[in-house]
């Protein structure tokens, strides 16, 4: 089983490591994870670049450690405006063999202050053939529907839109572009279900979003749960459907 949308790194106080995270999907039979590696808003070049590096250093630890135990890994490079000022995209993908770009509108208003330079991500995407994975969801700032011109303009690259929360904009979004599909991560089961009677399901993916669950629950609840239990709750959420 391949899950869609995973994650590794920082997410607030708590560090998610990698060999905790991959291990538990194994565990759990995935075979093939696509994960991003966390990445904070920086407001300081510098600290971006630096962030960035030591990601890029990190990953490749990840990689080695995923084909130790045997798990396919997609890795996608998270965006990051402040990055991308100094260093261009050819070169970040000749120094890491990135799967994909992943862009985070809640982090970087992208359709807002950095239209053109998502326009160069659309490029690079088409020319090299390789999907974006774009977090979406129902507040003003990350509405799929504001990327449209770009799905338009774009209309051989592949996105994924993570989470689904509200099926009306993703409906919309799959009647008009063919490239485009979803995942199931924190998707409501209403939206869901509205999704796939629309006939839509072979384009909903399976995602968790893991580890972001297993923080959030453990946030809320003062019944702690392991990592392992977490994920266990994540993938039987999807067969609910
Ligand atoms: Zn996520």
């Known amino acids: ?17 990698y060999h905790e995270v991959l291990r538990t999907l194994k565990n ?16 300081n070049g510098n600290y971006a670049k630096d962030f960035y590096f030591a990601v890029r250093n990190e990953l490749k630890d990840v990689r080695n450690f995923a084909n130790r135990i045997n798990i396919k890994i997609n890795i ?3 965006a990051d405006p402040l990055v991308l000022k100094s260093i261009s995209l050819d070169k970040i993908f000749s120094d890491f063999n990135y799967s994909g770009i992943a862009l985070h509108p809640g982090v970087h208003s992208w359709t807002k202050d950095f239209s053109d330079l998502l326009s160069l991500i659309f490029c690079f995407a088409k020319d ?13 700032y990350d509405n799929p529907l504001q990327f449209e011109k770009w799905f338009a303009n774009f209309p051989t690259v592949s996105v994924q839109l993570a989470h689904c929360k509200d099926s009306k904009p993703i409906i ?13 991560a924190f998707c409501p089961a209403d939206s869901y279900k509205a999704i796939c009677a629309a006939g839509f399901k072979h384009r ?4 968790s979003d893991f580890p972001i669950t297993h923080y959030y629950h453990n946030k809320q609840s003062s019944i702690k749960r392991t990592l392992d239990e977490q994920y266990k709750i994540d993938c039987s959420f999807i067969l609910e459907f």
Request: net charge negative; aromatic share 20%; charged share 20%.
């Open 1 to 17: 089983m391949h899950d869609y949308h995973t994650h590794i790194g920082q997410f607030n106080e708590v560090y998610y490591d």
């Open 28 to 43: 759990n039979g995935i075979t093939e994870a696509t994960l991003a590696y966390l990445t904070p808003r920086f407001d």
């Open 76 to 78: 996608l490079y998270w």
């Open 128 to 140: 090299k053939n390789i999907p974006l994975f774009i977090h979406t969801g129902v507040s003003e």
């Open 172 to 184: 919309e979004l799959f009647s008009k572009y063919k490239n485009l599909t979803g995942d199931t």
């Open 204 to 207: 909903m993916y399976f995602g």
